[in-house]
C-alpha cells in the first residue's frame, strides 16, 4: 500500500486527540494546519509547532486541504457536517472523523458531494488528562483505529484511509456503523454509565457514614475512575448510540437481578457458577493483551 502522503492535513478541533494526530503525522505532511474556536489552544499549538498554522475560520482553514480530520465531539461533527463543510472541500479531499459513535456520523457523510472521500473513523485510545498541551506523538501507536465506510467511501479512499491510519502508527480495523456503535456500547458506555451509578450510590451511603470515603482504595478507585468523564462529551455519546446502550443496560439488570436473588437465598454454589465465567473472561482478554497462548 502506498504510504500517506499529503501536501496539506487539517486537523478540526485542537485537543489532545487533535494534537497527538499533527504531531503523529509529521514527516508524511507538507502543512499541517488546525482549525479550533480557542484563542489560546490556537497559539499553543503554533508556539509547540503542533501545527504549522491555526484560525478559527473553518472555510480558509480546509479550502486548500488534501484530508481533513474532525477531532471534535460527536454532536459537533455532525453540525459541521450537515451544515458548513461539504461546500468548503476540493474535489477529492479525505474527510475522516474521529467521534466515538459512528452510525449518526456516517449517515450524514452519506449526503456529502460527490467527490468528497469521506471515511467514518475511531481510534481506540485516549488519556485521562485532555487539551492540546498533553499531545503525544506516540498516543495512535499500536492502538486499534476503527475505519467504518460511508456512501462517499471509494475503493480509492478506502486505501487513503487505511494509508492515514497507518501513518499514525495505529492499527485498522474495518467494520460497519452499526457494528461498532453495538461493540463500544458494550465496552466504553456501558461502563460508563455503571461507575456513574457505582459512584452516585456510594455517595448517597457517604451522606450518613465518612467512613466509606475514608476506607475507599483500590477496588473503588478502579471501579469509578470512568465517572470523571467529561459530561458533554459522554451526553454527546449516549444520545447517539441509545439504542445500543438501552438494550445492554437490560441485559445488565437481568445479571444483577440474577445475583440478587441468589445472594437473598444464600445459594453460594449457583452464585459461584454464575460468577466464574465472568473471572475466567477477564483473565483470557488480559492474557490476550498480553500476547499470552
Known sequence: MTPFRARQVTIVGLGLMGGSMALALRGCVETLVGVDPNPLTRAYAVEHDIVDSATDDLRAGVADADAVILAAPVRTIINVIQNRIGSYLRSNTLLIDIGSTKADICNVMGALPIGVQAVGGHPMTGKEVSGVE?????????????????????????????????????????????????????????????SAALVATVASE????????????????????????????????????????????????????????????????????????????????????????
Open 134 to 194: 498533553a499531545s503525544d506523538a506516540t498516543l495512535y501507536h499500536n492502538r486499534p483505529f476503527v475505519l467504518c465506510p460511508t456512501r462517499r467511501t471509494t475503493p480509492a479512499t478506502r486505501l487513503r484511509a487505511l494509508a492515514f491510519v497507518e501513518a499514525l502508527g495505529a492499527v485498522p480495523i474495518e467494520m460497519d456503523a452499526a457494528r461498532h456503535d453495538r461493540v463500544v456500547a458494550a465496552i466504553s458506555h456501558l461502563p460508563y454509565i455503571l
Open 206 to 293: 457517604g451522606k450518613d457514614d465518612d467512613a466509606v470515603w475514608r476506607l475507599a482504595a483500590g477496588g473503588f478507585r478502579d471501579m469509578s475512575r470512568l465517572a470523571a468523564q467529561d459530561l458533554g462529551m459522554m451526553g454527546d455519546i449516549l444520545g447517539t448510540n441509545t439504542q445500543a446502550v438501552a438494550t445492554l443496560l437490560a441485559l445488565f439488570r437481568m445479571q444483577l437481578a440474577m445475583i440478587e436473588a441468589m445472594l437473598i437465598g444464600h445459594d453460594d454454589e449457583k452464585l459461584a457458577d454464575l460468577l466464574r465465567p465472568a473471572r475466567e473472561a477477564r483473565l483470557d482478554w488480559v492474557k490476550r493483551l498480553e500476547g499470552k497462548p
